[in-house]
C-alpha cells in the first residue's frame, strides 16, 4: 500500500470541513459547462484524468510569477526520424506518463504501410524550437495561430518528445506540442505536454484534451522549424 506524505496527511485532514462544500462547486461548474456524470466519472476513474487532476493542481497552488521566456530565444534539437515512439520516451528519462502513450496509435509514429511504430520519414533532422509563451488564457486554434505568426510551426509529437529528451532542464510550466491529435477510446483528442511543475521534481508526460479548453497563462507552445543554415 503506498504511504501518504505528510503534506498529503496535512490537507485530507484539515479538508474534512470544506471538502463537501468544494466538491459541490466542482459538479456545479460541470454541469454549468454542460458536462455530466460521466465526464466527472473519466476524470476520477480514467488515465487521461490524471492531466486534469494536475492542471487542476497547478491553477490552486499560488506561484510568485510566470518564467519569462524570449520568443528569440532559438533551443536547437535533434529528430531520430528512425526511433520508435516506445525507444523515444524511454529516451526522454520521464518519470511518468500518460498510459494511453502505451495503448493510442499517432499518426506520425506509423510508417505508411501501418506496420511498423515508426516515425513518418528516416534519418536525423537538426531542428530549431522556439517557446512560445502568449502569458494568458488561449485555445489551442489560437495558439497555433500565435505559433504560425512567428514562422513556425507546432510541434509534432516525436518533435516534443525528442526535443523533451534534448533539453530535459527546460519545461518549467507546461510545454504543449499541438501539431498532432490523437483520439482517445471515448473521442476526446489529446495533445502532447511536458510538464515538471517550476522546473523541478519529476519529469512527466501528459496527454491533455485539445477541444473546447482554454489553456491557462502558464502554458507555453513548442513552435518548430528546420535548422537554418548559417552559409551564405
Known amino acids: 500500500m503506498a504511504t501518504r506524505?505528510?503534506?498529503e496527511v496535512e490537507l485530507l485532514g484539515n479538508g474534512a470541513?470544506?471538502?463537501a462544500e468544494f466538491w459541490l462547486k466542482v459538479t456545479r461548474a460541470v454541469a454549468a459547462a454542460g458536462g455530466t456524470v460521466?465526464?466527472?466519472s473519466r476524470v476520477a476513474t480514467k488515465p487521461e484524468g490524471e492531466d486534469v487532476i494536475r492542471q487542476i493542481a497547478g491553477l490552486i497552488v499560488p506561484t510568485t510569477a510566470i518564467e519569462s521566456v524570449s520568443d528569440s530565444e532559438i533551443i536547437p534539437f535533434t529528430v531520430n526520424y528512425r526511433q520508435s515512439q516506445r525507444a523515444a520516451i524511454a529516451a526522454g528519462n520521464f518519470s511518468s506518463k500518460n498510459d494511453y502513450y502505451?495503448?493510442?496509435?499517432w499518426k506520425d509514429w506509423t510508417a505508411p504501410d501501418g506496420t511498423e511504430d515508426h516515425f513518418p520519414s528516416s534519418g536525423k533532422v537538426e531542428m530549431?524550437?522556439?517557446i512560445v509563451a502568449p502569458g494568458r488564457w488561449i485555445s489551442s486554434p489560437e495558439a497555433e495561430a500565435e505559433i504560425v505568426r512567428r514562422g513556425l510551426t507546432p510541434a509534432t509529437s516525436p518533435e516534443s518528445i525528442a526535443?523533451?529528451?534534448a533539453h530535459?532542464?527546460?519545461f518549467g510550466e507546461p510545454i504543449v506540442g499541438l501539431g498532432s491529435v490523437v483520439v482517445d477510446p471515448y473521442g476526446d483528442r489529446g495533445v502532447v505536454m511536458?510538464?515538471?511543475r517550476g522546473g523541478l521534481g519529476p519529469r512527466y508526460l501528459g496527454l491533455p484534451w485539445y477541444d473546447e479548453r482554454q489553456w491557462d497563462p502558464h502554458c507555453r507552445f513548442l513552435g518548430v522549424r528546420k535548422k537554418q543554415s548559417s552559409d551564405a
Not at 102 to 105: A, G, P, Y
Open 102 to 105: 502505451d495503448e493510442l496509435k
Open 17 to 19: 470541513g470544506w471538502s
Open 163 to 165: 526535443y523533451a529528451k
Open 38 to 40: 460521466e465526464d466527472v
Open 128 to 130: 530549431e524550437a522556439i
Open 168 to 170: 530535459q532542464g527546460r
Open 194 to 196: 511536458l510538464w515538471s
Open 5 to 7: 506524505s505528510a503534506k
